[in-house]
């Protein structure tokens, strides 16, 4: 059993920056990929960056490339997802996950609660 809670979320600028953390419980962190998607009001749940078990590997949607970077601290038992240049679009709840290296949901088994980022103008 993984348990995962989001913080860092809140009010940013448009252009600004945010940084998002995600600690994991338990001992078996560096065994999941981590993920982190999205769901903006209306819409589904979207992929938006993956790092793999030791962070070697890591995948982000075109949407985000070059913006956002994920990273990972095994011996802290956190992901954190690095967000630059935000723009309006980029207005969600953001989960982070863990689970295999995939950009599908039904690929993650955990998920944390959820955190409010928004951007304005």
């Known amino acids: 059993q993984v348990q995962l809670v989001e913080s860092g979320g809140g009010l940013v600028q448009a252009g600004g920056s945010l940084r998002l953390s995600c600690v994991a419980s338990?001992?078996?962190?560096?065994?999941?990929?981590m993920a982190w998607f999205r769901q903006a009001p209306g819409k589904e749940r979207e992929f938006v960056a993956v790092?793999?078990?030791?962070?070697?590997?890591?995948d982000y949607s075109t949407s985000v490339k070059g913006r956002f970077t994920i990273s990972r601290d095994n011996a802290k038992k956190t992901v954190y997802l690095q967000m630059n240049s935000l723009k309006l679009e980029d207005t969600a709840v953001y989960y982070c996950a863990a689970g295999a290296y995939a950009i599908q949901r039904s690929w993650y088994d955990y998920w944390g609660q959820g955190v409010q980022v928004t951007v304005s103008s």
């Open positions: 790092i793999s078990r030791s962070g070697g590997s890591t």
């Open positions: 338990g001992r078996t962190f560096s065994t999941y990929s």
